[in-house]
């Protein structure tokens, strides 16, 4: 019969995947160039236009649909964004594309 690891190891494996589990988050979570994000956001005061709640789901422009490979031709992506977040390692977004239906009345 084997015996039950002891307590420290058992803390010490735990520290290492939680530890294991921060780094990934960290890596995960690109921004976009700050520039880019006080353009955008001039364009839509310009425009009287609003980023897309399917895309901008965190307030970050490059989340959620932007980084996903999401068809943004779709009538719910209006205003629609696509970043590429490969920069800095992987730290850095950068919007590649924008798309905005304006109806003219």
Known sequence: MATPPSPSVLAILFSCICFSGLIERSQAQATTD??????????FEQWETKAGPLWNISGEPCSGA??????????????????????????TCHITHLCVSLSVQ
């Open 34 to 43: 700050p520039s880019e994000v006080r353009a955008l956001n001039s364009i």
């Open 66 to 91: 932007a980084i996903d490979g999401t068809n943004f031709e779709d009538p719910a992506f209006n205003p629609a964004i696509i970043c590429n977040c490969s920069y800095d390692n992987e730290t």
